[in-house]
């Protein structure tokens, strides 16, 4: 089972598109675990185990500073894009997720 984090400023904008992912995993018949946080919580998150974090465009600014949380425990991290974001795509920002995770 994949687990996959998604990341924002409040852990509120990005529930959408974790219930859209979760339909495109469904579909898919992909093992996934997908949950939404707020930026504040990864530390705590990366130590309870995840696989991939995706940011939420609106934290992008915080990516350095996330980055350097998440490389020391071999965990991927990326902003999702802000077009596939904006149109809630969610087979879009699964797949660019366990693309993330396959190349790390």
Known sequence: MIKIGLFCASGMSTSMMVKKMIKAAE???LGVEIN????????????????????????KFKFPSL???CEPKGVPIDVINSLDYGMMNGDKVLSA????????
């Open 27 to 29: 579909k898919r018949e």
């Open 67 to 69: 980055k350097a949380l």
């Open 36 to 59: 939404a946080y707020p930026e504040s919580s990864l530390a705590k998150v990366l130590d309870e185990g995840i696989d991939v974090v995706l940011l939420g465009p609106q934290v």
């Open 97 to 104: 997720a366990i693309e993330l995770m396959e190349n790390k």
